[in-house]
């Protein structure tokens, strides 16, 4: 009887699994942006939930996906110290103008001062914070570290500066819910969390996203009237 009632069960969510995905992914894709919509430079991203700020030199949809540049202004005390990340396919190279900043990757810790810079490789688990009494300044740069299909991705908004751009829209990093960040990751491939594997993280995005879009949760969210005429 429990056996029969387990088979059931597992039918019934392998069917929902099936058709929610079917509507999802197939019937109602996801909303691709406006041309209009893909960051340029001077783009400005505010994260208060990590008191950070970002302001875009050079984006993917101008280098064709090859070069993300950003100004990373960060308060003291400010970054996603809390908010260990990796990056499968690009390197992320920091280096700092002003302050210091304290970073952590794949475990080790360093000061890294005003000059300098550090380097994240692919696949290393990485995070920082702001450890002086000042504000600082460093420039972040995403690059891919193997050939791909970086302009397509570019022009249809599925890198890591559009992805910024969409965690302002909810409320920044840091402030952004954990079935938010998975739905986001149903679309974006391009930071995930150090630990449970890639292909289990991206099993349950692209499980989760056609339950959580039934409640208003979506990977891309255009930008509201005010966000318009912002740079």
């Known amino acids: ?23 999802h992914y197939g019937l109602l894709p996801i909303q691709e942006p406006d041309p209009s919509d893909l960051p340029r430079n001077g783009t400005v991203v505010r994260n208060e939930g990590i008191r950070s700020q970002f302001i875009y030199r050079r984006t993917s949809i101008e280098t064709g996906g090859q070069l993300f540049e950003w100004d990373n202004l960060v308060e003291p005390g ?46 290393s688990a990485h995070a920082f914070q702001n450890v002086s009494s000042q504000p600082a300044r460093m420039i972040s740069r995403l690059q891919p570290a193997k050939d791909g299909p970086w302009e397509d991705l570019a022009r249809r908004g599925l890198l890591i500066d559009s992805q910024f751009v969409q965690f302002e829209r909810k409320g920044g ?14 679309r974006y491939k391009q930071g995930y969390l150090p630990g449970p594997p890639l292909w289990l993280q991206d099993t349950a995005a692209f499980l989760i996203a056609p339950t959580a879009r039934l409640f208003g949760v979506r990977a891309y969210y255009p930008p509201v009237a005010k966000e318009k005429g912002r740079p």
Do not use: C, W
């Open 1 to 23: 009887m429990k056996r029969a009632l387990l088979v059931r069960s597992a039918a019934g969510i392998a069917v929902y699994v099936i058709l929610s995905s079917v509507v």
């Open 78 to 123: 400010g970054g996603p110290i809390n908010i260990p990340h990796i990056h499968p396919l690009m390197v992320e190279t920091f280096k700092v103008m002003e302050g210091e900043i304290r970073f952590v990757i794949d475990g080790k810790e360093i000061v890294v001062g005003a000059g300098s810079e550090i380097a994240a490789q692919p696949g």
């Open 173 to 186: 990093l840091g402030r952004t819910s954990t079935l938010q960040g998975l739905v986001f990751l149903s």
